[in-house]
């Protein structure tokens, strides 16, 4: 299958409930039954198409039926924006994602599930597979955790929080990856056309907003227009602009819990020049909870973008290994 097909879930919130997009890729173009499933979730600012090339990856190796399935976070791409900001956090996530879960098991029964997490989705990925008793519709099978750990470097947190939010109109979107790319460096190297491809489902016409500044629930492609303007919510930052040391602290205590009860074989990815998860986080993560199976990619900081074949032939190995 070369293209995922679109879909949304109702997930519920204090405000009424929104709708999550999400893209699903089949092994069997047509044919959802497949029992083995791979949930893909992207970074602070990014979308589900962030996937493409793993998931191709992913079909492309796997010997009988597969899903790989990765959300729209919601305040992102073709997921609705939350009424309340203060939502944007990693509880309201990961409740999305188990809706998205009963969605999928209501399609067809889910007998494997993988998770595959880059960043922000590592932490959600994190509660999947380390909280108790939460209604999976089976337990998380192995984890994939992409330059991300419990604890996060505070000057990371700083770098991050200069700029999200705060992007602009560009004219075209080969502008706006001109832009996005003088803040993404540390993604390693790319073509341009590797980078051309990551960026068009990061913005949206810029007429596609609503009267407001909210988004309409199904924006098109990012051509054309008045310029583009970038997919998510603007508010997915005020939670970040909030946090205190004390609330970090506490945040990282409660994440090395979570890491801890993690009972599954676990794939830790790091850049080796990345500024968010630390070499002492990433050893650390080695030696307790699921002690995570540590690949580092040269040249790459936060966070590999799992384009490039050894990146992305890691994951695949760990997820399909027999």
């Known amino acids: 299958m070369t293209e995922p097909r679109l879909d949304f879930v109702n997930c519920p919130d204090g405000q009424g409930g929104h709708r999550m997009a999400y893209w699903q890729w089949n092994s069997s173009p047509g044919d959802p039954a497949a029992a083995h499933v791979v949930v893909c979730m992207h970074g602070l600012t990014r979308q589900g198409r962030d996937f493409d090339t793993l998931a191709r990856v992913l079909l492309a190796q796997v010997h009988g039926p597969l899903r790989v399935v990765c959300p729209d976070i919601v305040g992102r791409g073709r997921s609705d924006w939350l009424r309340d900001p203060q939502g944007y956090q990693v509880p309201q996530y990961a409740g999305d994602v188990l809706a998205l879960l009963a969605a999928l098991q209501a399609e067809a029964p889910i007998g494997a599930l993988d998770v595959v997490g880059t960043s922000m989705g590592g932490l959600i990925g994190m509660v999947l597979a380390g909280a108790k008793d939460l209604p999976l519709p089976a337990p998380v099978r192995r984890l994939v955790l992409n330059d991300v750990g419990p604890a996060i470097e505070a000057a990371a947190i700083a770098r991050i929080a ?9 004219p075209d979107v080969q502008a706006a990856a001109d832009a996005l790319w003088s803040i993404s460096t540390g993604f390693g190297p790319h073509t341009p056309e590797q980078w051309l491809a990551l960026t068009r489902p990061m913005v949206v016409p810029a007429g596609e907003r609503s009267a407001d500044g909210r988004r309409k629930q199904e924006p098109g492609t990012g051509e054309g ?33 979570l890491y801890d009860a993690i009972r599954v074989p676990t794939l830790l990815l790091r850049g080796a020049q990345s500024d968010l998860l630390s070499p002492a986080t990433a050893q ?20 590999p973008t799992l384009i490039d074949p050894a990146q992305s032939g890691a994951v695949a190995s760990f997820l399909l290994e027999r």
């Open 225 to 257: 227009g008045d310029g583009v303007v970038l997919h998510y919510d603007p508010a997915i930052a005020e939670p970040i602009r909030a946090l205190t040391p004390e609330i970090a602290a506490q945040a990282e205590q409660a994440a090395w819990a």
């Open 284 to 303: 650390a993560m080695t030696q307790r909870g699921p002690r995570a199976r540590l690949v580092e990619f040269a040249g790459v900081g936060h966070a």
């Open 162 to 170: 200069s700029y999200v939010g705060r992007g602009g109109r560009y």
